[in-house]
């Protein structure tokens, strides 16, 4: 049964039902074949997205804009930098403005409390485009290049091995949400969110999904199907980068932790990657990469995402 997703905001996927992250993977299944196979697929003719960004991007960015362009609409690029906000225009004011010109705001921050804060003022949907808490475009699109790839979710296991951060989170919400069992492997002093681990361990008691945390990388690979890694220091931790450096040398996915999950695991990453870092060439470059697939399918499944809910 299709469920309307008109007008809901996608800020975090906890706030989405089982069904709404279904009904997201299935029509990126959808839209993906629609656009394989060069039919025209308009739904959003007339539509305008707003997208503002307060930290860089490549993948969000192009994946949106594209994604609007496809489905007939049009989308405006607005850097933080370039509009009253940064001269003190309330991002409550800013919002309720915008919701006057824009069907739909995409947005980037580093405070999560800002996409909250827009949101509560613009009765369009918001898209969180990544905050320093959640990347939840991310993890959806990932969800549907799982599915893609094994063609079920329920029972899959998804080692993730690094910092406890924003993509990590997402992942969570999103395993919880269908069922996967994910293993995170964190060092010590940066595991996730606590407050994000009991509401996704509440999420995955209704589903079977497993949620499980620790330190020990090889733990957390053992059995995968796929192998999941972030960067050591996210964007807004720039000066953090070199101690981190330090304490995540244990936490590279290279071919000798690839080698102890499944024979033919795949590995995962968001990107950009710093490789050498939490990756090694001979991993991303490997047989058992499926990092291009995984930026592909951004624009796919945010194009589902678009078509929801504008
Ligand atoms: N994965 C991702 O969101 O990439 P960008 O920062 O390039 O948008
Ligand atoms: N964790 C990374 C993800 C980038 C897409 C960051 O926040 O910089």
Redesign the pocket.
């Known amino acids: 049964m299709a469920v309307t997703m008109k007008g809901k905001d996608v800020i975090s996927i906890h706030d989405l039902t089982v069904e709404e992250v279904w009904q997201v993977i299935k029509t990126a299944e959808l839209i993906k074949l629609r656009h394989k196979t060069g039919e025209p697929y308009r739904p959003l003719a007339g539509k305008t997205l707003g997208m503002i960004f307060q930290k860089p991007s490549t993948r969000t960015r192009i994946s949106f804009e594209v994604a609007m362009l496809q489905l007939g609409g049009h989308a405006i690029n607005l850097a933080a930098s370039e509009l009253q906000l940064k001269r003190g225009e309330t991002i409550a004011d800013t919002a309720r403005v915008m919701a006057r010109y824009l069907d739909g705001v995409m947005i980037r921050t580093y405070a999560h409390s800002d996409v909250v804060e827009f949101a509560r003022h613009a009765d369009v949907p918001v898209i969180n485009g ?1 905050t320093d808490l959640l ?1 939840p475009c ?1 993890a959806l699109s990932d969800l549907f290049t799982l599915y893609e790839k094994f063609g079920r979710l329920a029972g899959l296991k998804l080692a993730y091995v690094g910092d406890g ?3 990590c989170h997402s992942l969570m919400f999103g395993a919880a949400k269908v069922g996967m069992t994910l293993h995170v492997a964190h060092p010590e002093g940066y595991a996730p969110d606590e407050e994000i681990a009991r509401l996704a361990t509440g999420d995955a008691a209704a589903t079977g999904a497993r949620i499980i945390l620790g330190t020990d990388p090889e733990a957390a690979v053992r059995d995968a199907d796929a192998v999941y890694t ?2 050591w220091a ?2 807004g931790q720039e000066e953090e980068a070199e101690e981190r450096r330090k304490v995540f040398g244990p936490y590279q996915v290279n071919e000798a932790l690839l080698r102890l999950a499944r024979p033919g695991a795949r590995f995962m990453h ?1 990107l ?1 990657a710093h490789r050498g870092e939490e990756v090694t060439d001979a991993v991303m470059d490997g047989p058992q990469s499926i990092v291009w697939d995984q930026a592909e399918n951004r624009l796919h499944a945010q194009k589902a995402i678009l078509a929801l809910v504008l």
Do not use: T
Request: charged residues 15%.
């Open positions: 990544l990347h991310q951060n924003n993509v972030d960067v996210s964007m968001d950009p």
